[in-house]
């Protein structure tokens, strides 16, 4: 099993910025976050592979960032110019290959709210 650790969340006004922090517990494929509010599907923010590919929803291309520290194994979201539709729970993404335990991986989910 892969453990997935997320810190970072947290209560933020209309323009500003945050970043969210995953540490994972072995080295994974590709590692990023997803989001999700009430009553709706989870849905891709961003994702970087091992090689450094990055893939961005179309809604937060040019405000956030992802990026990742491979000694540590740990994935960063900087968000900036965030705005009320941004409020969602995040949860941060894993999916390993390969032997031991091959599969996908997800944290506790983070809580992000932007005010207006």
């Known amino acids: 099993q892969v453990q997935l650790l997320e810190s970072g969340g947290g209560l933020v006004q209309a323009g500003e910025s945050l970043r969210l922090s995953c540490a994972a517990s072995?080295?994974?494929?590709?590692m990023g976050w997803y989001r999700q509010v009430p009553g709706k599907q989870r849905e891709l923010v961003a994702t970087?592979?091992?090689?450094?590919?990055?893939n961005y929803a179309d809604s937060v291309k040019g405000r956030f960032t992802i990026s990742k520290n491979y000694n540590k194994n740990t994935v960063y979201l900087q968000m900036s110019s965030l705005n009320p539709e941004d409020t969602a729970v995040y949860f941060c993404?894993?999916?390993?290959?390969?032997?031991?335990?091959?599969?996908?991986?997800w944290g506790q989910g983070t809580q992000v709210t932007v005010s207006t």
């Open positions: 993404y894993g999916r390993r290959i390969g032997s031991p335990a091959p599969g996908d991986y």
């Open positions: 072995a080295s994974l494929y590709i």
């Open positions: 970087v592979t091992s090689g450094g590919f990055t």
